[in-house]
């Protein structure tokens, strides 16, 4: 996949580890660095200017995720922080990535998670080209790499 990502700025987030994000060992769950990754990805949406009720009004649009992976390098435990960083990898075709990195305050890797995504329209069929209509939404598109 041929990217343009080469202009992102990079977006980050900290979040804090909830209880509710714990198993009965006190450790956190697979699903709570994906709702993670899910959060920091709709902050970076925002923060670049997309809303997706907008996008859906204008362009008869929404997002899908049609994949993810989660590699983990490291634990988290209660009342940790966690900054997570999201990167958008745009092609010519009909999907788009987003590569996200979940480090401690110290920088200490703990989790990537990869994305792969794309808009569906009215019809339920990816649209050509999504980068455009994130292009033409986002009012700060450098934050997706645009």
């Known amino acids: 996949m041929t990217t343009r990502s080469e202009t992102a700025e990079a977006f980050r987030i900290t979040i804090a580890v909830r209880s509710d994000d714990l198993d009965v060992n006190g450790h956190v769950r697979g699903p709570a660095y994906l709702a993670y990754g899910d959060h920091a990805r709709w902050a970076c949406l925002a923060a670049a200017g997309v809303d997706p009720e907008r996008l859906r009004a204008r ?13 983990f390098h490291r634990e988290l435990r209660p009342l940790d922080q966690v900054e997570v960083t999201c990167s958008f ?40 080209d999504p980068a455009r209509y994130w292009r033409d939404m986002a009012t700060h598109p450098r934050l997706l790499g645009l």
């Open 59 to 71: 362009h008869d649009v929404g997002p899908v995720n049609l994949e993810t992976t989660v590699r």
């Open 89 to 128: 990898r745009w092609g010519d075709g009909k999907t788009s990535r987003v590569v996200q990195e979940l480090r401690t305050p110290d920088g200490t890797l703990v989790a990537k998670v990869e994305s792969v995504s794309g808009l569906l329209d009215l019809t339920r069929r990816l649209v050509t």
